[in-house]
């Protein structure tokens, strides 16, 4: 029963979120010295829950559609170096923060609305 309120799922979409675009600029910092490297990112969060209303493709050649890269990895849209590099471990930094605060916001979504909850039925 309680895992069908929307305010749960939703926090918790949120924090999974956060943890992919975590992963993923791990990924760019562990590779800022790789030559033509580009960075990557994906899509706010608020862009990822619009695309649940309906059907997403998951995989090349999903619904019959030619093969198109993953559309929610984009490039983080940097000036690349001198050897194609486009990470900048500053921006990374600054994203990583960003992130941070993602999950933090989730969770604290999610605590609030179990100590609302739980004293709707009573409980402390």
């Known amino acids: 029963m309680f895992d069908q309120l929307d305010i749960f799922r939703t926090a918790g979409n949120m924090a999974r979120h956060a943890t992919l675009r975590q992963n993923v600029i791990a990924q760019n910092i562990a590779n800022a010295d790789t030559p033509g490297y580009v960075a990557r990112d994906i899509a706010p ?30 490039s983080a849209g940097t000036m690349p170096s001198a050897n194609g590099n486009s990470v900048s471990v500053e921006a990374e930094m600054v994203n990583a923060v960003e992130v941070r605060r993602q999950h933090d916001r989730a969770l604290a979504i999610y605590r609030s609305s179990l100590a609302l909850l739980r004293a709707s039925i009573g409980r402390r």
């Open 45 to 74: 969060f608020a862009d990822s829950m619009a695309d649940t209303e309906g059907m997403r493709r998951s995989r090349p050649g999903h619904f019959g559609a030619p093969d198109q890269p993953d559309s929610r990895f984009a």
